[in-house]
């Protein structure tokens, strides 16, 4: 049997993980993966750790200690979160060691209710680094207006960042130099840039929605003189036309380039 995940990695692409929950972590579900499928990172966000919360038992203990302890909502998402992310942090810690860095690492995000706050992100992202504390943790950050100086006022204090929700070339441009300059900050002020990464995450699903929306419209238009139009999955393969080329379809896992 083919193994395409292989096939993929071989080719330079990183599969990661876009889930994490308590019941991946302690059934070893994590660790499989990266043994027996090659992925070598994992995102996460309040969605899915809130899907994960509803979804499994493994976080009654910890919920029922901290409701004794009557800590609060924030908080206690904040402790739930970072418990979960420091743990997978260390279930791939050996595609970090085996990559120099490069794979294995694992993200959690700053809330997103700071999106246009950067002062306050930062100080989050200061808070939720020091809570997990390992060195193959990204900080995700969005990319709004005001969270382009965040990434650079985060890299320099030489915390690694991964950039979510890019959707312009432009706004790119940005990013890229947000990254250079929090890199040059980071070196001035001492810190190992061997250490550090970053990522700028477009997210290919949307790229993927707008596509099919627009193939089921022309589809659906009486300009095609009433003969069927091709459907997005016919298209996609390459029978409605000339053959587009390959590209990465965002389903359990993701893949970013490691170039």
Not at 89 to 109: F, M, Q, T, W
Request: glycine fraction near 6%; charged fraction near 25%; hydrophobic fraction near 40%.
């Amino acid at each position: 049997m083919t193994d395409r995940l292989a096939e993929l990695s071989a080719a330079g692409v990183a599969v990661w993980l876009d889930d994490i929950s308590r019941e991946r972590l302690t059934s070893g579900g994590l660790d499989a993966l990266r043994r027996e499928r090659h992925v070598v990172g994992e995102t996460s966000n309040p969605t899915i750790f809130a899907k994960a919360l509803s979804d499994s038992e493994d976080y009654a203990d910890q919920l029922t200690g901290l409701k004794l302890r009557k800590i609060g909502v924030d908080e206690s998402a904040r402790m739930i979160t970072t418990y979960d992310v420091r743990w997978a942090c260390d279930v791939l810690r050996p595609a970090y060691d085996a990559s120099h860095g490069i794979d294995g690492r694992v993200s959690i995000e700053v809330d997103p209710r700071l999106a246009h706050e950067t002062d306050r992100t930062i100080a989050e992202a200061k808070q939720l680094w020091w809570l997990v504390d390992r060195e193959n943790l990204f900080i995700k950050i969005p990319a709004t207006e005001a969270g382009i100086p965040a990434i650079t006022a985060t890299l320099a204090l030489g915390i690694s960042v991964n950039v979510t929700l890019i959707f312009a070339l432009d706004r790119y441009e940005q990013v890229m130099e947000a990254f250079l300059a929090g890199m040059e900050q980071a070196r001035a002020n001492g810190h190992d840039l061997t250490k550090m990464a970053s990522v700028a995450s477009f997210f290919v699903s949307r790229v993927d929605t707008e596509v099919d929306k627009r193939l089921d419209t022309r589809r659906s238009s009486p300009a095609t003189g009433g003969a069927r139009s091709p459907t997005p999955a016919e298209c996609r393969s390459g029978r409605c036309g000339p053959r587009p080329p390959p590209r990465t379809r965002r389903t359990a896992t993701s893949c970013t380039s490691r170039s």
